[in-house]
């Protein structure tokens, strides 16, 4: 699907993207890494400063795709120079090094209060102008959102890749969630309650909680409950 949508922006004249997706936002940030879906075509380099060393955080794009929904061109960043506070600054000065100027970001809507799902696209760094993307976009938009939209909705319905659960795991949490106690669960499993509880354990500690609850919660939204 993502290099499939590569391909697409690629021939429109796009040819960097940064996806990112997650359940788990809320006023005060974004959370764990781990928690969120992450893909991109950009070199490591660039990565490394703008991920890596947590710079997406306070991207002034990435504030606008948390805040509203559809299009907008990263000439919002000129507009808005005078607004932004200096950690927000200090992503566009990297930016503007690593020659990442000249873009579109699209912010998906979602109903649910912590999703927040996003995709910023840019021009090969240091070549072309906004103008240039603005260009592109007046051409290809509406097609690259149609697209970028339908693949959005499946990526989202994948298991997340860093918190994958063992079968047994899955096994387990989905019969808690099933209302079933740890005695049913190892009856109908035919384990033992210390084995239950094991699985229990080691699930909660791959979804980094503290309750099973927690745990049965957090697998939903990571797409591994009844789903194998």
């Not at 927040?116 to 840019?122: R, W």
Request: charged letters at 25%; one cysteine or more.
């Amino acid at each position: 699907m993502w290099e499939t949508v590569l391909e697409r922006l690629k021939q429109a004249g796009f040819h960097h993207a940064l996806y990112g997706f997650t359940r788990f936002h809320t006023d005060s940030g974004f959370g764990d890494n781990n928690d969120h879906l992450f893909l991109t075509n950009f070199g490591p380099e660039y990565m490394k400063g703008y991920f890596l060393e947590g710079r997406y955080r306070n991207g002034p794009m990435v504030r606008w795709a948390v805040e509203n929904t559809g299009a907008c061109s990263w000439g919002w960043i000129r507009d808005n120079l005078h607004n932004l506070n200096d950690k927000e600054r200090e992503v566009v000065d990297f930016n503007q090094k690593s020659g990442v100027t000249a873009g579109y970001t699209l912010a998906f809507p979602h109903s649910l209060k912590r999703a927040k799902g996003a995709i910023g696209m840019s021009l090969e760094p240091h070549s072309g102008t906004q103008e240039d993307a603005d260009a592109i976009w007046a051409e290809h938009g509406a097609e690259i959102e149609l697209i970028c939209g339908v693949a959005h909705l499946k990526l989202i319905s994948l298991p997340l890749p860093k918190r994958i659960l063992t079968k047994r795991q899955r096994e387990v949490l989905e019969w808690i969630g099933d209302g079933k106690t740890v005695g049913d669960t190892a009856q109908i499993l035919g384990l033992n309650k210390a084995t239950v509880e094991k699985h229990l354990r080691l699930a909660r500690e791959s979804l980094s909680v503290e309750t099973t609850a927690q745990a049965v919660l957090k697998a939903s939204f990571h797409n591994q409950m009844f789903t194998f």
